[in-house]
């Protein structure tokens, strides 16, 4: 069975900080790797994913992620937040079993970022 | 492109009630999600669809939910009778079929149950 765990349920950081949010999977199998963002009162959307290849990847606002089959690890980090990146993120695995993907998702890190 | 719709966004409703969902996915997505998602936790995937087909309902309370794709498009999600632990919001996502493709999420419809 897979598992993933959000080491942070809370990150509080001041403005144009450094951030990184831990993430953390279990699997038996090759897995997919996502980070998704929900700003308040809305869905969920795709910050970043990991399928293959190079092992650092990056968002369009700045975020990067690496993935560390060694240590399971799929971190999230931003070399300067922005008082807008104040939202939930989540951590999410998937493999890919019997013709279809099973996203299991971890319990989230609320980002704060304060001026 | 039209992301994916759901509705109501909000329904308030005492227990034992019934209530329903509704979505619709992105056009040509042939894999549809619902996720139950309580205050402070992640997502929790209740149902998935491939087509009109159910794939993957484990994790759906049978005796109280109940979920249908018609025709392969929409769907709906049904609560009957409602408890309190049922207080959440229910998202609905959509995708193409293959390994590791990126599910699109709804609003989602939050549900209070007094």
């Given at each position: 069975?897979?598992?993933?765990?959000?080491?942070?349920?809370?990150?509080?950081?001041?403005?144009?900080?450094?951030?990184?949010?831990?993430?953390?999977?279990?699997?038996?199998?090759?897995?997919?790797?996502?980070?998704?963002v929900q700003y308040p009162n809305q869905g969920l959307q795709l910050l970043l994913k990991y399928l293959s290849g190079s092992t650092l990847v990056e968002s369009i606002n700045g975020f990067e992620a690496e993935f560390n089959k060694s240590q399971t690890s799929f971190h999230l980090r931003k070399p300067s937040v922005h008082i807008s990146d104040t939202a939930e993120y989540f951590c999410a695995v998937t493999s890919f079993s019997g013709g279809y993907n099973k996203l299991i998702f971890g319990a989230g890190t609320r980002l704060a970022v304060h001026p | 492109?039209?992301?994916?719709?759901?509705?109501?966004?909000?329904?308030?409703?005492?227990?034992?009630?019934?209530?329903?969902?509704?979505?619709?996915?992105i056009s040509g997505h042939a894999t549809l999600y619902w996720y139950q998602q309580i205050l402070g936790q992640g997502p929790k995937l209740l149902i998935?669809?491939?087509?009109?087909?159910?794939?993957?309902?484990?994790?759906?309370?049978?005796?109280?939910?109940?979920?249908?794709?018609?025709?392969?498009?929409d769907s709906t999600l049904?609560?009957?009778?409602?408890?309190?632990?049922?207080?959440?919001?229910?998202?609905?996502?959509?995708?193409?079929?293959?390994?590791g493709e990126t599910q699109y999420f709804g609003p989602g419809t939050r549900l209070l149950v007094l």
């Open positions: 069975a897979q598992s993933v765990t959000q080491l942070d349920s809370q990150v509080p950081v001041f403005e144009e900080a450094p951030v990184e949010l831990r993430c953390n999977y279990s699997s038996s199998v090759s897995v997919y790797l996502f980070w998704y | 492109e039209a992301g994916v719709a759901q509705s109501p966004r909000y329904k308030i409703i005492e227990k034992r009630q019934s209530v329903a969902f509704w979505c619709n996915p998935q669809f491939q087509n009109n087909g159910v794939v993957d309902d484990s994790q759906l309370p049978k005796d109280r939910f109940s979920a249908e794709r018609l025709k392969g498009v049904k609560i009957q009778p409602a408890k309190l632990e049922d207080s959440a919001v229910y998202l609905c996502a959509s995708s193409s079929t293959g390994r």
